[in-house]
């Protein structure tokens, strides 16, 4: 069984930082594309970027140069590295493993105050 927890979310003023982690098991994590997805309040689910089994990644517009993915397949970890926040950065992040059987995580709630 697929599971996926998220951690690092918290209250953070903008222009912090924060480091949200998503431990996978139950997959060969080495080989999977792994995603974070965030939703705000009212909002629907948005996609923020992803990184595949050969640590290529790619970021939404409203992310680039502020977020960076990476993974550590040992740990069978992926991090996401929020830098500059913004308020409206605020958001229940949840990361997704697509393939084989689209898995997702919990969530874990980042707000950033202004």
């Known amino acids: 069984q697929v599971q996926l927890v998220e951690s690092g979310g918290g209250l953070v003023q903008a222009g912090g930082s924060l480091r949200l982690s998503c431990a996978a098991s139950g997959i060969i994590f080495s080989i999977s594309a792994v995603n974070w997805y965030r939703q705000a309040p009212g909002k629907q689910r948005e996609l923020v970027g992803g990184?595949?089994?050969?640590?290529?990644?790619t970021y939404a517009d409203f992310v680039k140069g502020r977020f960076t993915i990476s993974r550590d397949n040992v740990k069978n970890t992926v991090y996401l590295q929020m830098n500059s926040l913004k308020p409206e950065d605020t958001a229940v992040y949840y990361c997704?493993?697509?393939?084989?059987?689209?898995?997702w995580g919990k969530g874990t709630l980042v707000t950033v105050s202004s």
């Open positions: 990184i595949t089994s050969g640590r290529s990644t």
């Open positions: 997704n493993v697509p393939h084989p059987l689209n898995a």
